[in-house]
């Protein structure tokens, strides 16, 4: 899914390619402090005058296309496109939003923050073309703020486990993992991989095939750059293919998410959907 830039005002489309869907659902989600579920399966799941979804367009009908209308600077940040797949399959982009035009030789920004951070071009023109345009590359140091996506993952031994952080800081971090408080390593049965959308936010996963029992426990994703340090922490515990505690009866995913008072019986549906469709 690819990055957009927008106008205040305008309205804006994410387009996520899904092939081979089958019995899995589709979900958009805005990454927040929780993160904001803004869609699931072929409904717009908060704030249908702001959302709009469109499942299963294009020539091959693998297109899901969610529009955000009438950008604001709130809808600052990042989406992802993500399939409930086991474990949990995932795209993101991050949705920039560009103030209007400002007349005048100076801009003045005050309490600049990370979201200010952009390219500013100025024009000079006095009717009589060509134009004088020249761009201002603006870049905010900060430290680096680490988010798991999930504060808990559970896995059977044998199964593969997936932690994911999503990482904003500015210069880029250094990025590491640890395992109850000892670095993490790549091995044959350890990967893990990252990738950067926007110009200061990136998500980093940590992958672990045939898992056994001497991994399980407590994982912290650690950031450093100049300017701090920063880690979230991820515990992964162990399940049985057969036996299901009331705590895990919701998948994590749906646990996290921030939703409406009113959109409650609309998130106990769709937990019961999840359900029927994973076999449970």
């Known amino acids: 899914m690819s990055s957009a ?9 994410f387009t996520c390619i899904v092939n081979d869907l089958g019995s899995h659902m589709v979900a958009f989600v805005k990454a927040d402090s929780p993160p904001r579920l803004l869609s699931f399966d072929e409904k717009v799941f908060r704030r249908r005058n702001k959302y709009e979804l469109k499942p299963r367009i294009g020539d091959l009908h693998n297109e899901w296309v969610l529009t955000i209308k009438n950008v604001q600077e709130s809808d600052r940040g990042n989406y992802s496109c993500q399939i409930n797949t086991e474990p949990i399959t995932l795209s993101t982009g991050e949705l920039d939003v560009k103030a209007s035009v400002f007349h005048g030789p100076v801009l003045h920004l005050t309490k600049v923050s990370r979201k200010h951070m ?54 880029r971090p250094e990025m590491g993992w640890e395992k109850d408080g ?10 893990m991989t990252h990738t950067v959308s926007g110009q200061y936010h990136s998500v980093h996963i940590l992958e672990i095939r045939n898992v056994q029992s001497s991994h399980f426990g407590v994982y912290r994703c650690v950031a450093k750059n100049d300017n701090g340090i920063h880690h979230s922490q991820v515990t992964l515990n162990q399940i049985s293919h057969n036996h299901f505690t009331n705590s895990n009866l919701i998948p994590e995913e749906l646990r996290a998410i921030q939703v409406d008072s009113a959109s409650f019986p609309s998130l106990l549906l769709i937990t019961i959907i999840y359900f029927v469709y994973h076999g449970f």
Do not use: H
Request: net charge negative.
């Open 182 to 191: 000892e670095p993490v390593y790549e091995s044959n049965n350890v990967a």
């Open 118 to 171: 952009s390219e500013y071009l100025c024009v000079a023109s006095n009717g009589i073309p060509p134009d004088e345009s020249w761009t201002v590359k603006l870049l905010v140091t900060f430290p680096p703020l680490v988010q798991a996506q999930s504060e808990t993952v559970q896995a059977s031994v044998g199964s593969m486990a997936r932690m994911v952080c999503t990482t904003e800081a500015w210069p």
């Open 5 to 13: 830039v927008a106008l205040l005002g305008q309205d804006v489309d």
